[in-house]
């Protein structure tokens, strides 16, 4: 044999070892997608069960296949702890053919999960997660961002408040990356729109008792306390702070609220405050319809912002798969991109080439007991923010991603 065609062999042999195994076609005959949140702990209400609930109306409502195979979820607890998390992750994408996974898990869960996703070449869809650093410095190709961020969301809360001279700001923020990074954001806004920060709190996650938090917090002075935490947290900070007046004199700010928390905490304690929100279940017959399905499905759940996402991810990830006629995660992952989200909550939504989807946030207020007629009569929308005033300008961003644009 020739020494040109032996080398020709081996350079076919080498090309074959190393070409994607599911370049076509879908892997294992199944498409299988995880779910992975807080189940049982300080942030249940703001995905799990819940979560897992919309994902099967998203793969009932697709057919329960793609091309002609079978759609199977897998759901796992990952307990607010990393160490729990990455072996899911693990285990799933390893071992159990696992194709994507829905994440709703504390930032410092989702970020070592992402580097996991992103090795192995699989897509992750954030429905909950919301450090902004998702889609900046720590972006992924692996990696879609769904809901909202800890830019997004605090950063018309606080333009609004300093045009109305809330000048001074305290922060009580849960100890870990999430509200870390919600704290630098709000920062940001507040030193750039002419404010100041008087002081700081960092608080651990799940904590029983702020009584020393918030009376340092009260001390200060400041005209708002921004409140850069979430789940049952938030939820104890804001009935703590009722018990020692501080909404007599200061103002208290959260930086991030589900309408799911709201329900828990009441209209008493949250009327008239103001937030920015990616989703209201009553703002169309649309998503009243969806939101009618899914408490018949939840016997009568609340739909929010988390899981009505989870529904919307996973429906453009499965319309993607059909389209792309494969589960290999980096084609799947381009036709996702290349193609406007269409569903009961969003309207041709591009995704960004950070992961960014590039959903309109809305300006609510929370009503009065008085005020609301009906159950889960909450919110009143006030204004839209178009999606190119509400996400991180890609100019400003230090995603690599963004720089091929």
């Known amino acids: 044999m020739k020494r040109s065609t032996i080398a020709a062999l081996g350079m076919m042999a080498l090309l074959l ?35 897992v609930a919309a994902a099967k109306l998203a793969v009932a409502d697709f057919g329960g296949t793609v ?5 199977e979820l897998v759901i796992a607890d990952d307990q607010n702890k990393p160490d729990v998390g990455v072996a899911i992750a693990m285990r799933w994408v ?22 996991i996703m992103k090795n192995r070449k699989k897509p992750y869809m954030l429905a909950g997660t919301a450090g902004s650093f998702f889609t900046n410095d720590k972006c992924s190709p692996m990696t879609t961002q769904w809901v909202v961020d800890t830019y997004a969301q605090p950063k018309a809360t606080v333009k609004a408040l300093l045009a109305q001279g809330v ?8 100890d870990y990356a999430f509200g870390k990074a919600w704290q630098t954001d709000a920062t940001n806004f507040i030193k750039a729109g002419g ?18 938090f918030l009376l340092t917090a009260q001390a200060s002075g400041a005209k708002a306390i921004a409140l850069a935490n979430s789940g049952s947290d938030f939820a104890n900070t804001i009935k703590q702070a009722q018990e020692f007046g501080l909404t007599k004199s200061q103002l208290l700010v959260p930086l991030g609220l589900m309408i799911s928390q709201t329900h828990g905490i009441g209209l008493k304690d949250l009327q008239n405050v103001r937030l920015t929100t990616p989703f209201y279940w009553d703002m169309t017959p649309e998503s009243r319809a969806f939101a009618k399905r899914y408490a018949e499905a939840t016997g009568g759940q609340l739909l929010n912002e988390g899981k009505s996402a989870t529904y919307s991810a996973i429906t453009h990830y499965l319309k993607a798969v059909a389209a792309a006629g494969a589960d290999d995660g980096e084609a799947v992952m ?5 193609t406007p989200v269409n569903d009961f909550e969003m309207k041709n939504v591009s995704i960004r080439a950070d992961g960014q989807v590039m959903r309109p946030l809305y ?13 889960y009569d909450y919110y009143e929308i006030t204004g839209t923010i178009a999606p190119e005033d509400a996400w991180r300008p890609a100019s400003e961003s230090a995603c690599d991603l963004l720089k091929s644009q």
């Not at 091309?67 to 759609?71: A, V």
């Not at 381009?334 to 290349?338: D, E, L, P, S």
């Open 195 to 212: 404010g100041k920060v008087v002081g700081s709190v960092l608080h651990p996650l799940n904590a029983s008792d702020l009584s020393s």
């Open 334 to 338: 381009r036709q996702m991109k290349n």
């Open 67 to 71: 091309g002609g195979k079978k759609i």
């Open 167 to 174: 000048d001074s700001w305290f922060f009580l923020t849960v």
């Open 17 to 51: 070892t190393n070409a994607p195994l599911h370049a076509q076609g879908i892997s294992g005959d199944v498409v299988k997608i995880g779910i992975m949140n807080d189940q049982n702990g300080p942030y249940a209400d703001n995905c799990g069960l819940g979560s």
């Open 94 to 115: 390893d071992n159990e053919g696992v194709d994507a996974i829905v994440g709703c898990s504390a930032s410092s869960i989702a970020l070592a999960v992402q580097e």
């Open 363 to 375: 300006v609510a207020r929370i009503k009065t007991p008085a005020e609301s007629k009906y159950t």
